[in-house]
């Protein structure tokens, strides 16, 4: 029976290799560890790794040499067969940081496109639908203004005590100027990590993808993150050095890497979406929040999205780093997934879709990107028959 599910991730790129692991109970990298070292097999095997990935370039991002050390390829064959291969990590989890660093020690030798690497995260299996069987902000705070969904959202935000705590610990660091500086940038980039990652959807997507209809709620929503600090600076870098330096640091490394995997384009597919699910590619999209790759609305006039840098002083990458750039902003299934949250709609996960051929897995995922249609200044999913992609969207009861 086939099953519309066609994500590409490192367990099928090597299916081969590890069909012999339990594919549904995957151990978090810390305790995989943890696990690893009290085996003597396994723990001889893993230090050998660990000696070959910090014997490498202080860059971590980068695989060189690797591969070409007999001992290094002897020791990553035999954790194939070890839970601590196939280990993942959970967002906002306490050790966080320290899994991703388990999970790219794992994954060091095997990355390929770089717009292909597995995301780290244990999969969430959420439907935006589960969200708005919530009831709808609007309804439960008839004291909310009419007209301008951000600001209702803000004020819902305000009235419920935890948005409210975890607003106020990033607006007051996103703020506040120092001597040499506009804000602290890197306590604001902590602090909106934070409240992305411990309020609840129904408050932190209803101020970030709220469904706008003129220019000052757009407006607000692109102000949700205080850009001036977070997103904002002095000058653009290129994107593929934005990139470089998003792989330096774990934290940033996976959420792109998250990125990348739940919000793929695929033109088959009902949602547009190639793994057909909203919610993961905004909990994806979020997660990029307080990092250096910190995405934000470009204008108040479309849903089109950018991190701070452009592709100027590209050279012959020029390709490459509109490919890259056009992933955020000419991203159907990103632009869908919040159109869906902006109208209290859900992809009927169900429906068919036609098959990804794997031999796509060495192509660029960029380069599947389609647009489908004009873009207009609101969220709303049009119901007219020439959206195709948006049609078939409903509410999963």
């Given amino acids: ?15 081969a ?18 696990q690893c070292l009290k085996e003597q097999s396994c723990s001889t095997k893993y230090r050998t790794l660990r000696q070959c990935v910090a014997g490498k370039e202080s860059n971590f991002s980068r695989a060189t040499g690797l591969e070409a050390k007999d001992e290094c390829k002897s020791a990553m064959e035999a954790l194939k067969q070890k839970s601590l291969y196939n280990c993942r990590c959970k967002r906002g989890m ?11 020690s794992m994954y060091q030798s095997l990355q390929g496109n770089e717009l292909l690497e597995d995301s780290p995260y244990e999969p969430v299996n ?116 934005l990139q470089e330096s998003c792989k330096k640091n774990y934290i940033c490394r996976s959420r792109l890497a998250d990125f990348f995997t739940n919000c793929q384009p695929e033109s ?58 056009n992933f955020f902003q000419d991203n159907i299934c990103l632009k869908n997934a919040i159109q869906a949250f902006g109208n209290g709609t859900d992809v009927n996960v169900w429906q068919p879709i036609l098959p990804v051929q794997t031999t796509t897995a060495t192509t660029t995922t960029a380069s599947r990107l389609k647009n489908t249609g004009s873009e207009t200044t609101n969220n709303e999913i049009p119901t007219h028959n020439d959206s195709p992609a948006c049609a078939n969207l409903q509410v999963r009861e």
């Fill in 126 to 241: 959420s439907r935006l639908s589960d969200i708005f069987r919530l009831a709808p902000i609007v309804s439960v705070e008839p004291v909310l203004s009419k007209g301008n969904n951000c600001l209702d959202a803000a004020k819902a935000c305000n009235l419920n005590d935890t948005c409210k705590r975890f607003r106020s610990a990033y607006i007051t660091p996103c703020t506040s100027s120092t001597s040499n500086e506009i804000c602290n940038k890197r306590k604001c980039h902590k602090a909106l990590r934070l409240f992305f990652d411990k309020v609840p959807p129904k408050h932190s997507y209803g101020m970030l993808f709220c469904s706008c209809r003129d220019v000052a709620c757009t407006e607000r929503r692109r102000q949700t993150i205080v850009p001036v600090c977070s997103y904002e600076d002095r000058e653009k870098p290129n994107c593929l050095n």
């Fill in 268 to 325: 088959r597919s009902v949602s547009s979406c190639l793994k057909e699910n909203y919610a993961d590619c905004l909990l994806a999209y979020s997660g990029l929040i307080g990092t250096v790759m910190t995405p934000n609305y470009i204008d108040s006039n479309s849903l089109s999205v950018a991190p701070w840098c452009d592709c100027s002083n590209s050279g012959n990458d020029i390709d490459e780093c509109k490919k890259f750039l």
């Fill in 1 to 15: 029976e086939f099953v519309g599910l066609c994500l590409l991730s490192l367990d099928v790129l090597l299916s």
């Fill in 94 to 104: 306490k050790k966080e940081k320290n899994c991703l660093r388990i999970y790219w």
């Fill in 17 to 34: 290799e590890v069909s012999g692991l339990p594919g549904g109970d995957r151990l978090d990298c810390v305790k995989a560890s943890d």
